[in-house]
């Protein structure tokens, strides 16, 4: 496979959370992706500003089932499962994901943990694999892909 997120897609690197610097269009990474047999799934950093926002973006987002219960524990079980979206990998591209970090600055650090924990999940557990691509300014802190 050829392409902006080959390195994703092949296993050249590791699931994890990362900074993305592509300014592709969703449509064609989602193209990209499903002719691998990945799946896309797209945050609105301007339409999170605090936690509400993201569980909110992240259930109809990520399609989490309605025993979600848009709560931290909740959120890392639903991103560690996703047994209801068949998909050889997922990529969570969350674009603008800076806006929470400037506007609660406590909730960006716990989404952050909380995205690395269902990562590491998903790898103990033998799962697709699960990429959170960060796009747009924000902290600094974390890798880039």
């Known amino acids: 496979m050829t392409g902006r997120l080959a390195s994703v897609v092949t296993g050249q690197r590791e ?5 993305w610097r592509s300014s592709a269009h969703h449509g064609a990474l989602a193209r990209e992706l499903a002719g691998a047999g990945w799946a896309l799934y797209t945050l609105d950093g301007r339409l999170v500003t605090d936690v509400a926002q993201l569980f909110d ?7 989490f089932p309605t025993w979600f219960d848009r709560d931290w524990d909740a959120l890392r ?5 996703l047994s209801w979206l068949p ?15 400037r506007t609660d600055p406590q909730a960006w650090q716990r989404v952050y943990e909380v995205c690395r924990q269902a990562v ?12 959170v691509l960060l796009r747009g300014v924000g902290p600094a802190e974390v890798p880039l892909l």
């Open 15 to 19: 699931p994890g959370v990362y900074r």
């Open 57 to 63: 973006a992240c259930a109809a987002g990520l399609r």
């Open 77 to 81: 079980h639903c991103l560690a499962d």
């Open 87 to 101: 998909a050889k990998g997922h990529v969570l591209l969350w674009d603008r994901f800076g806006t929470l970090a």
């Open 120 to 131: 590491a999940a998903r790898l103990r557990e033998g799962a697709p694999p699960l990429y």
